[in-house]
């Protein structure tokens, strides 16, 4: 992919970041795609995603991803002078994002009534899991779970067929980035109340509220039960692997009927409405089951694409990466850690006056503090080693 030389849509936006894990780091990096100044805010340990595999030459690539762009300051929250210093940076600051556990940031004097008496522009967002206040406030709530906890996973095992006596194991963690996009969403809007009154605003992201708000049809029919359970479209066995094939209307109902060679499955009393379809649906699958299991997965996907219905192959991760529709859009941008060349996602929107992609750099722990407090605050370079002397700034050789 050729540079971007475009400027981006939040060049001049400062946002201290003050998230470590998943969710909060995911809002933030779209953030820097988009050329916000994010200096993460660590603990002198750093954000112990820095050690999560993969790793290469003692970086980790899972970190990277969700903190390219990014710089770095390590400071000691627990000393007053880190504190201090915090303070000052939050009057040059636009926006700041945190993931504490409810209560920790006000026992700093960090929280949102504070801070925004020293800024009053300031938009400041806080993703716990629950919300900040209320009963499971200060509950621990990682993503797996808040899946269980909001009903994904027992809606996903209502979906499931045979014997499944158990919610199936999840290593995606859906509620972490489905989480930080919406607390990105919240920070835009924030940021152009701030733009037009002057005044910022505080943003309480709760991941469990964006759970059950992904859960569209399943809250209504949780309130209002269907007479029988809606039809899934489910994997279609070919000879070397599967296809989901997703007759959504008559008209594909028909094409597909005609493009598997069995034009008389439109006149079959069993499938001649979505109605009757719904019906005998698991006998519809079996057919497409019978079609499908001689030939590759490609040939009936193949097969769909030309008679027009949506259909497609189950392709692993790695192979996804390498997809025209991916490759085509510049989905995936190439960075280097220091340790060697690899691949990140793009934020999934473009504009056509702006850049919107990550950004070649991976900040080291730390490693951007002294330069931020002398360029954001002028400090003196005896002002910064007194910083360090006292233990609240920390900077990893």
Same mark, same amino acid.
């Given at each position: 992919m050729t540079a971007d030389t475009r400027p981006g849509i939040l060049d001049g936006v400062r946002v201290l970041d003050f998230t470590a894990m998943m969710s909060g780091p995911y809002a933030t990096r779209l953030m820097a795609d988009l050329g916000a100044e994010v200096v993460k805010v660590e603990p002198p340990e750093g954000d112990h995603i820095r050690m999560r595999p993969p790793r290469r030459q003692g970086r980790s690539t899972y970190f990277a991803q969700l903190n390219a762009g990014k710089k770095s300051i390590a400071?000691?929250?627990?000393?007053?002078?880190?504190?201090?210093?915090?303070?000052?940076?939050?009057?040059?600051?636009?926006?700041?994002?945190?993931?504490?556990?409810?209560g920790v940031m006000k026992r700093l004097g960090l929280d949102y009534a504070s801070l925004s008496a020293l800024n009053p522009k300031l938009v400041y967002c806080s993703i716990s899991g629950f919300g900040q206040e209320g009963a499971w406030a200060g509950r621990s709530a990682y993503a797996p779970v808040l899946q269980a906890a909001s009903g994904?996973?027992?809606?996903?095992?209502?979906?499931?067929?045979?014997?499944?006596?158990?919610?199936l194991k999840n290593g995606i963690f859906v509620a972490d980035v489905l989480g930080g996009s919406l607390a990105f969403g919240a920070i835009q809007a924030a940021l152009f109340r701030a733009a037009r009154t002057g005044q910022g605003d505080q943003v309480d992201l709760s991941l469990m509220d964006a759970m059950l708000g992904m859960l569209v049809y399943e809250c209504q029919e949780a309130q209002f039960p269907a007479e029988r359970r809606r039809p899934l479209y489910k994997p279609t066995r070919a000879s070397d692997g599967f296809v989901i094939i997703a007759p959504v209307s008559q008209n594909n109902f028909e094409a597909l009927a005609r493009g598997v060679g069995h034009p008389e499955w439109i006149g079959d009393p069993?499938?001649?409405?979505?109605?009757? &379809?719904?019906?005998?649906?698991? +006998?519809?699958?079996?057919? /497409?089951d019978d079609w499908a299991a001689p030939q590759t997965a490609a040939d009936c996907e193949a097969a769909m694409h030309a008679a027009g219905v949506p259909c497609s192959r189950y392709y692993?991760?790695?192979?996804?990466?390498?997809?025209?529709p991916l490759v085509e859009r510049g989905a995936l941008q190439t960075i280097d850690d220091g340790a060697g060349a690899f691949q990140v996602p793009?934020?999934?929107?473009?504009?056509?006056?702006?850049?919107?992609?990550?950004?070649? &750099?991976?900040?080291?722990?730390? +490693?951007?503090?002294?330069? /931020?407090?002398?360029d954001w605050l002028n400090w003196s370079e005896p002002r910064i080693?007194?910083?360090r002397e006292q233990g609240a700034l920390h900077v990893k050789a």
């Open positions: 400071l000691d929250l627990k000393k007053p002078e880190a504190i201090a210093a915090i303070r000052e940076l939050v009057v040059r600051c636009d926006v700041v994002v945190e993931n504490y556990r409810p994904y996973d027992m809606a996903n095992l209502d979906y499931q067929e045979g014997d499944i006596e158990r919610p069993r499938f001649s409405t979505g109605t009757e &379809r719904e019906h005998h649906w698991s +006998e519809l699958m079996q057919l /497409l692993t991760v790695r192979e996804a990466m390498q997809l025209p793009n934020p999934a929107f473009r504009f056509a006056h702006t850049a919107a992609h990550a950004r070649n &750099r991976v900040a080291g722990l730390g +490693e951007d503090g002294p330069a /931020l407090l002398a080693a007194a910083l």
